[in-house]
């Protein structure tokens, strides 16, 4: 047994011996047969120095070129040949074309040879029949042979080559169609796929800006609820400060419990300090009620004022326009409008009467005014227009009932009585 298995392992390095040097014998042939092929086939001259030759004992032969790579078999014949990435020689035809010729060509064969076993099928049974025929009782001989003879010459005559290539072509268009069905079956699944994604996208985007909005939503609500919440907290103190600031005015007063307020008001004037301000009148010492008078409190007894502690108006006026006026800028015009006005300071006393700037509009040397004049028993609204560089003034028009009520009628340019109201005016708008 021992002797055998030496004698298997000698006969195959034997064999591998002489294979080798078969190979390499036939180098410089599978070398040659490439580059005749490459200059037939393409025209080009490959070197044979330049090639790299590959053996391969279960597959052909290769040799490759820097710009060519071919495949050759044990005889010698070129399997393979690519020259500059161009296919000339495919399993050994010269050509892709003669490739595709021969694969028309096995087609054609197959389809007739199958045909043909169709026919010989017919011819046997055919002959089968008539010999069954031929060994009844009283056979009919004439009728069985031109029987037979009519079918063998039915299938002689019915269309041979050309019919196989009919049959072919109507089995190619067949198999075209199917293909083409197929094709459009894909299709048709493809974009139904597409539109499916496409709707679920669309489903999922709305979702999701749906989702967005009802955040923004309950965002908006959160914060609405918090910014009302301040204010009504803000209301709240406001309201508690006002509270206390009127107790202090009664407190500054010779009858407190005969206080009547109006037009009271919150308000943070300068430096942020939060005050009351208003108008409060009370009973006198005679029992009767004198006229309302502006007041201001910070919600202590000794920082609260009233009009009537001042005996400079001026200084109330200051202290007033410093704490409880409430300026609204307006951008484009320069336009300063006041709630209830700015108290514009006398420079003479004796005018029983009180001035507010309400709205001051200038443009170039014109500064162009809205302001009331509150008296003991009337309001009189009046628009003016004064030259600050010539300090003279024209009246627009007045109203005693309200600013919408005033119908324009300019005078003409007058000059200002020093310590007039108008002069103080003029003076207050164009400093």
Not at 68 to 78: I, L, Q, R, S
Not at 169 to 176: G, L, S, T
Not at 204 to 220: D, G, I, P
Not at 391 to 420: A, C, H, N, V
Request: net charge positive; aromatic share 8%; glycine share 6%.
């Amino acid at each position: 047994m021992k002797s055998g298995g030496y004698m298997v392992r000698f006969l195959f390095a034997v064999a591998l011996v002489l294979s080798f040097k078969s190979i390499h014998a036939g180098e410089l042939e599978d070398i040659k047969a490439c580059s005749e092929a490459a200059k037939v086939t393409a025209n080009v001259s490959l070197e044979i120095t330049s090639a790299m030759w590959t053996p391969n004992i279960f597959s052909p032969n290769t040799v490759k070129w820097s710009n060519a790579y071919c495949e050759v078999k044990n005889d010698a014949t070129v399997f393979h040949l690519t020259v500059d990435g161009k296919r000339h020689i495919i399993e050994g035809f010269y050509g892709v074309p003669a490739k595709n010729l021969m694969l028309e060509i096995d087609r054609i064969g197959d389809h007739t040879i199958e045909e043909l076993r169709k026919r010989i099928k017919i011819i046997e049974t055919a002959r089968n029949s008539s010999m069954l025929l031929l060994k009844s009782p009283n056979p009919k001989l004439e009728q069985i042979k031109s029987q037979f003879e009519a079918k063998v010459e039915k299938v002689l005559n019915d269309g041979g080559v050309e019919f196989v290539k009919e049959r072919m072509v109507a089995d190619k268009a067949k198999q075209e169609e199917a293909q083409r069905l197929e094709r459009e079956r894909t299709a048709a699944r493809a974009e139904a796929d597409k539109l499916r994604k496409e709707r679920i996208a669309v489903e999922k985007a709305k979702q999701e800006e749906a989702q967005r909005l009802e955040r923004e939503r309950t965002a908006a609500r959160a914060e609405a609820d918090k910014l009302r919440e301040q204010r009504e907290s803000e209301k709240s103190k406001e309201s508690a400060w006002m509270n206390r600031g009127k107790q202090a005015v009664k407190e500054k007063l010779r009858d407190p419990s005969s206080a009547k307020f109006r037009n009271v008001y919150f308000h943070r004037g300068s430096d942020n300090v939060p005050m009351t301000c208003g108008e409060v009148s009370s009973k006198n010492s005679f029992g009767g009620y004198g006229d309302y008078q502006k007041f201001m409190s910070a919600g202590e007894s000794d920082l609260t004022f009233l009009e009537e502690q001042f005996k400079d108006y001026n200084e109330f006026v200051k202290l007033w326009n410093k704490f409880c006026a409430t300026p609204r800028q307006q951008t484009g015009d320069s336009k300063v409008q006041k709630d209830d006005g700015i108290l514009i300071p006398r420079s003479v006393s004796g005018d029983k009467g009180k001035y507010f700037l309400i709205e001051k509009t200038r443009s170039g040397d014109i500064v162009r005014v809205l302001h009331k004049r509150e008296g003991v028993d009337s309001v009189v609204y009046t628009i003016t227009e004064t030259n600050c560089a010539t300090m003279k003034m024209r009246e627009i028009g007045y109203s005693e009932q309200s600013p919408s009520k005033i119908k324009e009628d300019p005078t003409k340019w007058f000059e200002l009585l020093p310590g007039s109201s108008k002069s103080d005016l003029a003076n207050f708008v164009c400093k």
